[in-house]
C-alpha cells in the first residue's frame, strides 16, 4: 500500500486556517453582545484596545516563527520552552479546552438559530438540540479521520463562503446606517447612565478574545508550511482582515437600532439587524450563513483541537498514546480524546441556562495563559538576546511589542475578572493527572520545586472554586 506523502500548506491555506478559525460564532452575536454593555464610543476604544494588543500577539507569532522555527507545534511549545514542563503543559491543556469549548458553542448557537423556528431547539441547550449537535460532532469526527488534507481543502472552500453573508450583510447595512440613530448609541443611551465608560469597555473585553481565539492557527500547523516564513505572515494577513470585519459589523449594527433593541435581539444577532433593514428575507440569509459559517469553524477547531494534543505528545508533553495515528496520518486518539471530551460538555449545556454566554466567556479565560506564556517567552527572547543574531539583546521593536502584548494579555486576566479565572482551574487542576501520566511514562520527575508551588496555587483554586459553586456563592 502506498504511504500518504507528507502533507504541505501553501500561504493562502494557511491563512484561511486562520480566518476559519476565527470567523465562527462569534462575528454574528457581535450586536447583542456589545449592545448589552456599552454603546458606540465605549465599542470603539474596545476594538482599539482589542485591535493593537492582538496585533502585538500576532507580530509576537511572527517573530517566534522567525527565531525559533525548530518550536513547530504552535503556543504550548513556546510555553514549555520558556517555562518549563508543566507551565508548557497547562498552556497545551488549555488550548485543548479552549477548542472543545469553543466547538460546544458553535453548536449551540447553530442550534438557536433553528430554534427560531423549531421551538425544539430553544436556545441551543434543550435535549433535541444536544441530540442532533452530538450526531454532528461524529459525523464530522469520521470526516476528518479520513484525512486532514481533504478537511483542510474543505476548510478553505467554507472559509470563502461564509465570508460572503458577511460582505453583503455589511453592504445593505451600511446603506440602512442613520446617522441619528448612531448618535443616539455613541455614549450608551438608556439603561447604561450608571455605568461609566470604564466598565463599559471592560465588559467588551472576553467577547473581543472570543471572535480573536485562531489568530495563532497558523502556527499550530507550522509543521505543514511549505515555507517558514508564510506563518508569520498567514497570521498578519488574517488578523487584520477579520478585524476589519469585526469592527465594521460591531460599528454599523450601532446605526440601525437603538442599544437597548440590540442588547434584546435573538442570537444571532445580526439577522435581527439586517431583517430591521431589509425585512424578514435578511435574518433568513443570516441565519444561513452562521451555519455554514459555524460548520467551517467547527471543522477548523476540531483539526486544531487534535493536532494540539497530537503535537504535545510528540514533544512530550501529553501521554504517548496521543501520538497515534491512522493510515491517512490522522492523530485519531488524540481526536477521539478531543470529541469525547466536547460530548461531555455538550450534556453539561443542559444544566446551564445561558450555555453560548458561558461557553463564550469561559473559553475566552482558558486562552489567556496560552496567550500570557506565548508573550512572556517572546519577551524573554528579545531581551535575553537568544536566537538573534550575537549581541546583548533583541531588537528594541521586539521587545516593545513583545512586552506589549505580555501587558495586554494580564489586562484581559484583570477585565475578564475572577469568576472566569476559578472556572478554569477547575478544568487545569483534574488535568494535570495527563501531566502526571506523562511524566511518569517517560521517566521525568514529575515537578520541580516552583513547579510543585504552581500546581499546589491550581489545586487550591479549584478546591475553593467548587466550594463556592456548592454553597451558590459561584454561579454559572
Known amino acids: 500500500m502506498n504511504q500518504p506523502t507528507e502533507q504541505k500548506f501553501a500561504l493562502p491555506t494557511l491563512t484561511a486556517m486562520v480566518v476559519g478559525s476565527m470567523v465562527g460564532a462569534g462575528i454574528f452575536s457581535l450586536p447583542q453582545t456589545f449592545g448589552r454593555v456599552t454603546g458606540g464610543l465605549g465599542a470603539l476604544i474596545a476594538w482599539a484596545i482589542a485591535g493593537s494588543g492582538m496585533l502585538m500577539l500576532a507580530f509576537v507569532f511572527q517573530t517566534l516563527a522567525r527565531r525559533k522555527p525548530e518550536l513547530d507545534a504552535g503556543v504550548f511549545a513556546y510555553a514549555k520552552a520558556g517555562f518549563g514542563n508543566y507551565p508548557g503543559f497547562l498552556s497545551a491543556l488549555g488550548y485543548w479546552t479552549v477548542c472543545c469549548l469553543g466547538n460546544v458553542s458553535y453548536w449551540v448557537l447553530i442550534k438557536s438559530t433553528l430554534g427560531a423556528l423549531f421551538p425544539i431547539f430553544g436556545d441551543g441547550n434543550t435535549v433535541a438540540a444536544v441530540a442532533v449537535s452530538s450526531l454532528g460532532v461524529w459525523i464530522v469526527h469520521f470526516l476528518i479521520l479520513r484525512g486532514v488534507r481533504q478537511a483542510a481543502f474543505i476548510n478553505t472552500v467554507v472559509t470563502v463562503a461564509k465570508i460572503i453573508p458577511i460582505l453583503i450583510f455589511l453592504v445593505f447595512v451600511g446603506f440602512g446606517f442613520k446617522a441619528d440613530i448612531f448618535a443616539l448609541n455613541f455614549h450608551g443611551g438608556p439603561g447604561l447612565e450608571a455605568e461609566g ?148 460538555f455538550l450534556i453539561l449545556t443542559l444544566f446551564a441556562e445561558q450555555a453560548f454566554l458561558l461557553a463564550l466567556k469561559l473559553t475566552s479565560s482558558m486562552i489567556l495563559l496560552p496567550y500570557l506564556l506565548t508573550a512572556a517567552y517572546a519577551l524573554k527572547l528579545a531581551w535575553s538576546g537568544e536566537g538573534y543574531e550575537p549581541q546583548a539583546r533583541g531588537p528594541r521593536g521586539d521587545i516593545v511589542r513583545a512586552a506589549l502584548a505580555t501587558v495586554y494579555a494580564l489586562g484581559l486576566i484583570y477585565a475578564g475578572g475572577l469568576k472566569f479565572l476559578l472556572l478554569s482551574l477547575v478544568i487545569y487542576a483534574p488535568g494535570t493527572v495527563l501531566f502526571l501520566v506523562t511524566q511518569k511514562e517517560r521517566g521525568h520527575r514529575i515537578f520541580t520545586p516552583a513547579e510543585l508551588v504552581l500546581f499546589g496555587t491550581v489545586a487550591a483554586g479549584a478546591v475553593l472554586t467548587l466550594y463556592g459553586l456548592a454553597t451558590g456563592r459561584i454561579s454559572v
Not at 498567514?234 to 440590540?262: E, H, I, K, Q
Open 197 to 344: 465608560l470604564f466598565a463599559q469597555v471592560r465588559g467588551t473585553m472576553l467577547v473581543t478574545v472570543f471572535v480573536f481565539v485562531g489568530i495563532e492557527g497558523a502556527s499550530v500547523y507550522s509543521r505543514y508550511a511549505r515555507k517558514r516564513s508564510d506563518v508569520g505572515l498567514a497570521t498578519l494577513f488574517g488578523f487584520l482582515g477579520v478585524l476589519c470585519l469585526l469592527v465594521l459589523v460591531t460599528m454599523l449594527s450601532y446605526g440601525v437600532l437603538l442599544r437597548p433593541d440590540l442588547a434584546e435581539l435573538r442570537n444571532p444577532s445580526m439577522a435581527g439587524v439586517l431583517r430591521a433593514v431589509v425585512g424578514p428575507w435578511g435574518a433568513v440569509f443570516i441565519s444561513i450563513g452562521l451555519i455554514v459559517s459555524v460548520l467551517g469553524a467547527y471543522l477548523s477547531w476540531s483539526l486544531l483541537a487534535a493536532e494540539v494534543l497530537f503535537s504535545a505528545a510528540k514533544r512530550e508533553s501529553m501521554p504517548a498514546f496521543l501520538a497515534a495515528e491512522n493510515r491517512n496520518k490522522v492523530p485519531f486518539a488524540a481526536l477521539w480524546l478531543t470529541n469525547i471530551l466536547i460530548q461531555l
